[in-house]
């Protein structure tokens, strides 16, 4: 599920960055890809021993998509089963530097201890990054906390870019992995005061405005795959048009790009299975 850059770079983080003043979390490891990256470089990190463990977060249930799309990886396992057999399996003695929560993670309160590293693979809905936000960023150590949003630089979801929007003022973008992650260092500590319950309830011109502040570090064909997700915003406001409209003008600006282009009528197919 993740490239050999994304787990190279949560391998390095987890062996050279980390020095055990705050947690690292996997926030969504389907069978442990993430988590065997992070665990492997915590295992070869000379401040090992005062490091806490890796709390990993996952419902560890089967969904009928990554049954047709991933067999040869889920093989055994069916729909609606626990794969946690497997990714324990899989992590074999890592499994011993690993706390694990199954389950849905919008039932999980994080204790408030410092977070060193935040790796996010689990967000697919907005309530999910409502809880994920007001859990973690303000745990999230000023200075040394990294973020790294797996899903940012994809077409699919807008509420992360609106998220980093939101705080702009307490993140500085990095660096990005093709296609998907893009890593922020933590700038500011982030009250949870400032945090809104639910940015889906937020009027509907502030969130196009976080979106905005969101996207706006990113050029190139990064910002016009971030850009395919502000359809998805559109369509969220009730305006499938609109949509369709942008998506077109991202083909038009970007006839060049093979991976603009895919992005781009794979949100456009989906436009057209909409009801208005």
């Known amino acids: 599920m993740l490239s050999l850059e994304e787990r190279r770079l949560l391998y390095v983080l987890a062996r050279d960055y980390v020095h055990g003043d705050g947690a690292i979390i996997d926030a969504g490891c389907f069978l442990g890809g993430s988590t065997i990256a992070l665990a492997g470089g915590l295992a070869e ?44 399996a899989l992590l074999g003695p890592l499994l011993a530097r690993v706390e ?16 060193e590293v935040l790796f996010i693979d689990i967000c697919k809905s907005w309530a999910i990054n409502d809880h994920v936000v007001g859990q973690f960023f303000p ?13 940012l630089i994809h077409e699919w979801l807008p509420y992360l870019t609106m998220t980093m929007g939101l705080f702009r003022d307490s993140f500085e973008l990095i660096d990005a992995v093709p296609w998907c992650s893009a ?8 009250p949870a005061a400032e945090i809104p319950p639910s940015l889906d309830a937020l009027p509907a011109a502030e969130k196009v405005a976080l979106f905005d502040r ?63």
């Open 45 to 88: 990190n000379p401040r090992a021993e005062r490091c806490p463990p890796i709390h990993t977060y996952d419902l560890f249930a089967l969904d009928a998509s990554y049954k047709h799309s991933y067999p040869g990886l889920v093989d055994g396992i069916e729909v609606g089963e626990s794969m946690r057999p497997r990714f324990e």
């Open 100 to 115: 694990v929560h199954e389950g849905d993670i919008c039932g999980e309160r994080w204790s408030g201890d410092p977070v």
């Open 139 to 151: 745990a999230l150590l000023p200075g040394r906390g990294v973020i790294v949003q797996q899903d």
């Open 183 to 190: 890593v922020y260092l933590c700038t500011r500590a982030i």
């Open 214 to 276: 969101g996207s706006e570090p990113f050029t190139g064909e990064y910002r016009a795959v971030i850009e395919c997700s502000r359809a998805m915003l559109l369509l969220n406001l009730g305006d499938p048009a609109a949509a369709a409209n942008h998506l077109a003008a991202i083909r038009r600006e970007h006839p060049g790009s093979e991976r603009v282009q895919h992005v781009a009528g794979e949100v456009a197919r989906y436009l057209a299975t909409q009801t208005p």
